[in-house]
């Protein structure tokens, strides 16, 4: 079947295709020093229920999802910015932003401990439900003029509750749509699981999760993946509507027809800190093969 992520982006890489617009003089470049040039659209919005199955999560091509959610542990639960601290928490692909010191600057984990950001908003949650000042801010002024570094590309996340429900959404300055940010990409993924967890530790249901990315590209070198997303989005369509199982991935019409789902079996109530990755299942996942490799812009 193609999830409501799948149909996202599908229709977005179809708006960037034809109707995105050319960068000029782009700060990344691939490993062989090349200029990564993209095509872009501006303000890009995404909607998801969890409550009702709609957990993201692309099926076109294999999620690592896992070491998304490792990614998530090293911001928020044990946040680091030291590159060996975040490598003991499966997290590996950080090298290329070193800013010579064995970090990657006073940015991400490093900002959410200096502030205790998480644990304030899981306190507020508790004390006052229906406050309407749940944000945690990766985007801190004087932590960016610290250190060179990355700036935070999704730096902003805004919690509410609804009776049983905690909804949140997260604003994204730019997305490599097809390596990270897309419909059902690892933030996405990763920022899920985020409100799952939370939820779990407040003793909510993780409710409504939306996703706006101010500037979302493709770069020049992904386009052809792009394109081959595109068709194997046609091919699950067409065995759909022909009643076969998705072809290209070996699962049966049975499984075909179940939504892919994360569960996180954790205690309600529990300590934040205690959730751990092997708390996390993911059931009736049967992504498109064979897996799709990408250059990063760096």
């Known amino acids: 079947m193609m999830t409501k992520a799948d149909q996202y982006l599908v229709s977005d890489i179809h708006n960037i295709l034809d109707n995105g617009y050319p960068d000029e003089n782009p700060r990344p470049v691939y490993a062989d020093g090349t200029p990564a040039h993209t095509i872009s659209v501006n303000h890009v919005t995404r909607r998801y229920d969890l409550s009702k199955g709609e957990f993201p999560i692309c099926t076109l091509r294999h999620q690592a999802w896992k070491t998304g959610i490792r990614e998530i542990f090293t911001i928020y639960q044990h946040p680091t910015n030291v590159l060996s601290e975040m490598k003991e928490q499966g997290v590996t692909w950080w090298d290329p932003w070193d800013i010579g010191d064995g970090t990657i600057g006073q940015r991400y984990g490093a900002t959410v401990g200096r502030y205790d950001l998480i644990h304030k908003l899981i306190e507020d949650i508790r004390k006052d439900p229906y406050g309407r000042r749940k944000i945690v801010d990766l985007w801190q002024e004087p932590d960016l003029r610290e250190t060179p570094g990355l700036a935070p590309c999704a730096f902003l996340t805004i919690w509410n509750v609804r009776r049983e429900y905690l909804d ?79 072809a290209g991935s070996g699962q049966n019409e049975k499984q075909d027809d179940a939504a892919p789902a994360l569960v996180l079996h954790s205690r309600p109530g529990c300590a934040f800190e205690d959730i751990t990755i092997d708390d996390f299942e993911m059931v009736n996942y049967f992504p498109m093969k064979p897996q799709l490799k990408f250059e990063l812009g760096i």
């Open 168 to 246: 949140m959404c997260l604003i994204q300055r730019s997305g490599d749509m097809l390596t990270a940010s897309g419909a059902g990409g690892i933030n996405e993924i990763q920022y899920a699981a985020l409100l799952m967890m939370i939820a779990k530790v407040t003793e909510k249901e993780p409710g409504v999760f939306t996703h706006f990315v101010a500037n979302e590209q493709i770069y020049d070198r992904h386009i052809e993946n792009a394109k081959e997303m595109l068709r194997r989005a046609k091919e699950r369509s067409d065995a759909a509507s022909a009643g076969k199982g998705a």
